[in-house]
């Protein structure tokens, strides 16, 4: 069994680059940082180190990427590692990366920030809707709970299963 998956969350740190392929497909890349925040155990003192990490999204998600995506975005990234290679043009020496292919993305932050979740399959949000995000659960507090009248629908439990990644 064999397993190549890749989840990170993080800001971007440059606009997203869109491209078309010669064959016409649509190619968008980004970097995005994610950072780890630790306490050093000898001095006490909190520690912080950044990775960056190199996004490559396809035909509707690059588009998507495109269209909401901008330097600064909190984002959810899900996809595979690929590492390509090439030789350099100045010295020949061959170089190597590795890049996340984005399978879903998930865009994370307040309102105009993003909050929409794409991927390949999704069908495009109307250009006249501002994605959005809210920190409230979604609850229609005129469907019966079973807990009674005088429950409280915002104390609704959240279970692990009815979150989105």
Same mark, same amino acid.
């Given at each position: 069994m064999n397993l190549n998956k %890749?989840? +990170? +969350?993080?800001?971007l740190t440059r606009d997203p680059e869109i491209r078309t392929t010669p064959t016409g497909k649509t190619v968008a890349s980004f970097d995005v940082a994610t950072s780890f925040v630790w306490k050093d155990s000898q001095t006490g003192e909190q520690k912080k180190t950044t990775e960056f990490h190199h996004v490559v999204a396809w035909t509707r998600l690059a588009e998507i990427c495109g269209q909401y995506l901008h330097k600064g975005s909190k984002v959810y990234i899900e996809g595979r590692l690929q590492t390509r290679d090439w030789l350099g043009q100045q010295d020949g020496i061959k170089r190597y990366r590795t890049e996340i292919i984005a399978e879903n993305m998930i865009m994370l932050g307040g309102a105009g920030q993003g909050g929409q979740s794409s991927s390949q %399959?999704?069908? =495009?949000? %109307? =250009? /006249? /809707?501002?994605p959005s995000v809210s920190?409230? =659960? #979604? #609850?229609n507090i005129d469907e019966p709970t079973g807990r009674g009248e005088d429950a409280n629908p915002a104390e609704e439990e959240i279970k692990v299963e009815n979150i989105p990644f």
């Open positions: %890749a989840m +990170i +969350i993080g800001n %399959a999704d069908q =495009p949000p %109307a =250009p /006249e /809707e501002q920190s409230e =659960p #979604i #609850i």
